[in-house]
């Protein structure tokens, strides 16, 4: 009787824990749900990202290059020139949080859909001379279905040269160097994501994050064209030093911990 007893208190033991596991997933992943549906449902987003390829515009027509050189503008690809809104809906029904497993599933469904606006301006950028390259850190093994996916949504010339993923490095930097060595000039970077723009802030905290965002706030709606993103970001990493390795509750308590709050009085 005492080991069938024990035997019940560890599997009884082992379930509850795992749906506790569970349910903090659970309450994650609806954290991004206002962030998700506001991507999908407000006219403000799409006013917004009209915005900022209207800006891009103006600012690619004004920019000067060396004689010789081609302009090129380098886009982010995820959350800038295509919306993966309903990968985090998905997230959000089933109650599990990002997995390598599940976005390569949702890679190879080539269902991401272009962001307003986005196929317009790479189309206005090639047809005005210049080169449109799209460098994302999705996975080089999801090379042709993110091809597939780009050329079905009608963005122009998607090739092995204009379209590059991580390989090596997650840092965007050594592939907006190789552009350049081929002859072009990047005159503007598009993203959601400071990484998108700059490698001095990987890594670094949020507070160290906004800083260099004041200190180089002239080159926003120039040459850095920033795209808005609620549902993620490595802004969630600057919340906390070693933020990604802390388990699920104790990300959700740094979040609570991070929000500026009014004492009600």
Known sequence: ?????????IVTSFLFGKESNNDVNKRLTEQMMLGTIWMQQ???YRALVYQAFNTAKLSFDNMKIKEG????????????LIDNGKMAGWQIKNGVTYSSEAWHKWAQAKEAEA??????????????????????????????????????????EVTEETLLLVKESSD????REQIEKNGYEIVMLLGDNLNDFDSEVRGKNNN?????????????????????????????GGLYEGYWKKTPEEKLELRYKSLKIWNGE
């Open 1 to 9: 009787m005492k080991k069938i007893i024990l035997g019940l208190f």
């Open 42 to 44: 407000s006219g403000e």
């Open 69 to 80: 050189k081609v302009k090129a503008v380098v886009a982010d690809l995820d959350e800038t």
């Open 115 to 156: 962001v307003p606006g986005a196929v317009e301006f790479s189309k206005y950028i090639n047809d005005n001379g210049g080169k449109m390259f799209y460098i994302s850190n999705r996975s080089q093994k999801e090379f042709d279905a993110i091809k597939e996916n780009l050329i079905a949504l009608g963005f122009p």
């Open 172 to 175: 965007k930097k050594g592939r």
């Open 208 to 236: 160290e994050r906004s800083e260099y965002v004041d200190k180089i706030k002239d080159k926003y709606g120039v040459k850095y064209i920033v795209f808005p993103n609620p549902m993620y970001g490595d802004w969630e």
